[in-house]
T-cell receptor, first 113, second 112 residues
Framework: DAEITQSPRHKITETGRQVTLACHQT?????MFWYRQDLGHGLRLIHY???????NKGEVSDGYSVSRSNTEDLPLTLESAASSQTSVYFC????????????FGQGTRLTVV | GENVEQHPSTLSVQEGDSAVIKCTYS??????FPWYKQELGKRPQLIID?????GEKKDQRIAVTLNKTAKHFSLHITETQPEDSAVYFC???????????FGSGTRLQVQP
């Protein structure tokens, strides 16, 4: 079955280290998104992509970057991890050029110590 | 950009009662309004959505209403069951912007 998977599921890293979270989908969706989930803030958009070589900043993009070299993957990189980036990260994908259902990955719980 | 506000943040109801969650949005161009349910430790999943050309949509015990003039939309759950206990998120987007802006979430607890 087609799916969207994130790895790792849990990660602990130290302040200042570079961290990359993986997101892989097999639906051939052109749209991919990264959100972070924090208590009281819901899901906030970090970066998004509408296709290969397309990337865009979301509302909380500082300190994060993404790249889209193929349809299936949108890795999220924290350039220099900070304690404020401790969060649960969700990747999502959707198809088409209109507004359609977004399918979420299982989430990655990142702790920066 | 779009701003979505959601109320209440927590809601406790007795099994069998109805639950209502309300959201307001700021961008008058928004035309797509989905609702997601997130069970504890799980991923958010779409439960119902509505587009701006429709005022109400129903799916079994779940319904969503939209008031474009007032820029608010609501989720109604009737005959609540313990398995309805979860966090519910509203969201909004508009044509040309496929990324969703989410509300802050409502934790619904259904007491048996």
């Amino acid at each position: 079955d087609a799916e969207i998977t994130q790895s790792p599921r849990h990660k602990i890293t130290e302040t200042g280290r570079q961290v990359t979270l993986a997101c892989h989908q097999t639906w051939n969706h052109n749209n991919m998104f990264w959100y972070r989930q924090d208590l009281g803030h819901g899901l906030r958009l970090i970066h998004y992509s509408y296709g290969v070589q397309d990337t865009n900043k979301g509302e909380v993009s500082d300190g994060y970057s993404v790249s889209r070299s193929n349809t299936e993957d949108l890795p999220l990189t924290l350039e220099s991890a900070a304690s404020s980036q401790t969060s649960v990260y969700f990747c999502a994908s959707s198809e088409g050029q209109g507004n359609t259902e977004a399918f979420f990955g299982q989430g990655t719980r990142l702790t920066v110590v | 950009g779009e701003n979505v506000e959601q109320h209440p943040s927590t809601l406790s109801v007795q099994e069998g009662d109805s639950a209502v969650i309300k959201c307001t949005y700021s961008d008058s161009a928004s035309n797509y309004f989905p609702w997601y349910k997130q069970e504890l430790g799980k991923r958010p999943q779409l439960i119902i959505d509505i587009r701006s050309n429709v005022g109400e949509k129903k799916d079994q015990r779940i319904a969503v209403t939209l008031n474009k003039t007032a820029k608010h939309f609501s989720l109604h759950i009737t005959e609540t069951q313990p398995e309805d206990s979860a966090v519910y998120f509203c969201a909004a987007s508009r044509t040309g912007r496929r990324a969703l802006t989410f509300g802050s979430g409502t934790r619904l607890q259904v007491q048996p």
